[in-house]
């Protein structure tokens, strides 16, 4: 335990340049604070004792900002900068000398029971306000940026930017966007032709009606007044 407690305070002052001694990270760093609160939650939970671990989770909620749930799993060098608003859910794995800030949710996507939260690799950034929700795997040495959402499996060594993520770059080189977004649709132009369409085709629809009707009442005409019609026209 006294081990972890070196190491976690460690981690802070290798991440953060704002840090300035142990001192001041073990009194004042509520990243800190949440992951210590989280690990003896995760004790108790372990022991089955459920309501003990989520009232310490609870309480380490109020007081940091941070909510991770007892039954999340953590490993070495967590570091989580500001913090505030920081959500884990209770299936989330998370691996060694991962970074995340303020804002970030690892989550789940619907009421379904089971693994239903993220697994994180080693060496991870999640970038602020940043959102990983769903049961899959984040691989190791992934960059996520802020406010991205991420919603299915990432590559190791890979970038993530956007909402819905998308990997821009992977292994050291960019990957190309398939989309070309100086050729995207236009949805008020496209909805502009598809209702000129359609009154195109009722003008024509209603002109053939029109026809059909014309046709129909001159074969009801009777015979007397088409004669009379017809000398009239011969008069002229």
Request: glycine share 12%.
């Amino acid at each position: 335990m006294f081990r972890h407690l070196k190491s976690d305070i460690q981690t802070v002052i290798d991440n953060d340049p704002a840090a300035r001694n142990k001192f001041e990270v073990v009194f004042t760093y509520s990243g800190l604070h949440a992951i210590w609160a989280h690990r003896i939650a995760h004790y108790f939970y372990k022991k089955h004792w459920y309501t003990v671990a989520r009232m310490i989770s609870q309480v380490s909620r109020f007081f940091t900002g941070i909510e991770i749930h007892p039954g999340a799993r953590i490993g070495d060098g967590l570091f989580i900068d500001h913090g505030m608003g920081v959500v884990i859910g209770e299936t989330c794995e998370i691996g060694n000398n991962v970074v995340i800030y303020q804002g970030v949710t690892l989550g789940g996507t619907g009421k379904e029971k089971g693994k239903r939260h993220p697994t994180i690799g080693n060496n991870v950034v999640i970038g602020s306000g940043s959102k990983v929700l769903g049961s899959f795997e984040v691989g190791d040495n992934v960059n996520i940026g802020s406010n991205s959402v991420v919603l299915r499996e990432v590559p190791s060594n890979s970038t993530v930017v956007g909402n819905p993520g998308r990997i821009v770059k992977r292994n050291g080189e960019r990957v190309r966007d398939r989309l070309d977004h100086t050729k995207l649709p236009d949805p008020v132009i496209e909805m502009l032709r598809a209702m000129q369409k359609e009154i195109y085709d009722l003008k024509a629809e209603m002109e053939s009606m029109r026809l059909k009707m014309q046709g129909e009442e001159q074969q009801e005409l009777p015979e007397w007044e088409e004669q009379t019609i017809a000398g009239g026209e011969r008069r002229k």
